[in-house]
């Protein structure tokens, strides 16, 4: 009870004389001389409605495409439930912003009474947020329906990590994002669902994307200039061809505008 007086008066300071809209309610006002109107409608569902997601295991395995396998007990499992519904719940927002609107630390008590801890604060925490994130909103996409595009795109993805990774001879960032990639390409499996008229196009993208990797290669040549820390010629050669060998790999993956877009987005949001 005490965490719903918390959102309502969190909702009323923020919403204060304005238009409340979503999808499929439109409230105007809400507020109007210090008072809630129609709050019953807005109020956020109670962790009774929320069952219909627990589990019944003893443990819940979830995989993903970085090899990381994350084990909740049920106990854990059906607190995400409790704590975190913005992972399955209302509208799909990005992972950074879903990320940031999350409790990054709760308690949890079992039938017993003992009480446990569950936390996404930490930068492995929220690699761990983003592959639920990605679990929980990829039954929503259809895990068999996107699994081709879902494939390509992690597989695009990690080769842009891969090689910017490689280009500047590592680093923490880049370890993360490989787990992060996961939260990130659902996410574009989304856009793609409920929006692929707009990235279906009749022309041909081959000069497009010839200018996308063009701009790759270019960038790995400049920066081959400015690289400091190799300086045996036939290593430097050699570093030089494995990067152009994970640009090729992008350019045969690129095979349609949805991918091209996609993977100059993601580069441009994080490299």
Not at 36 to 63: E, F, G, H, S, W
Not at 77 to 84: A, E, H, S, T
């Amino acid at each position: 009870m005490k965490a719903v007086i918390y959102i309502l008066a969190v909702f009323v300071c923020s919403c204060k004389n304005k238009t409340v809209q979503n999808k499929n309610v439109s409230i105007s006002p809400i507020i109007k001389a210090g008072s809630i109107q129609d709050t019953n409608i807005l109020l956020p569902k109670l962790k009774a409605d929320r069952k219909k997601y627990y589990t019944t295991k003893d443990t819940v395995y979830i995989y993903s495409a970085s090899k990381d396998t994350i084990k909740y007990s049920k106990n854990e499992f059906n607190g995400i439930i409790d704590d975190y519904p913005e992972l399955y719940e209302g509208a799909v927002n990005n992972p950074e912003s879903t990320y940031s609107r999350s409790s990054f630390f709760v308690g949890l008590i079992d039938s017993a009474g003992n009480e446990s801890h569950l936390s996404f604060g930490s930068e492995a925490g929220q690699d761990g947020y983003y592959i639920l994130y990605a679990y929980f909103l990829k039954h929503k996409n259809g895990i068999a329906k996107y699994s081709v595009r879902r494939k390509k795109l992690l597989e695009i993805y990690s080769t842009l990590n891969d090689l910017f990774d490689n280009l500047n001879y590592g680093g923490t960032y880049y370890g993360h994002q490989y787990s992060r990639i996961e939260g990130y390409a659902e996410f574009s499996v989304y856009w793609f669902a409920h929006y692929q008229d707009y990235f279906d196009r009749p022309y041909d993208i081959t000069k497009q994307r010839a200018y996308y990797i063009a701009g790759l290669k270019q960038l790995i040549l400049d920066e081959e200039k400015i690289d400091y820390n190799t300086y045996n010629h036939k290593e430097k050669v050699g570093r030089g061809n494995e990067l152009f060998k994970k640009v090729a790999n992008l350019n045969n993956l690129i095979t349609d505008n949805f991918y091209l877009r996609m993977a100059q987005s993601f580069q441009s949001d994080h490299y």
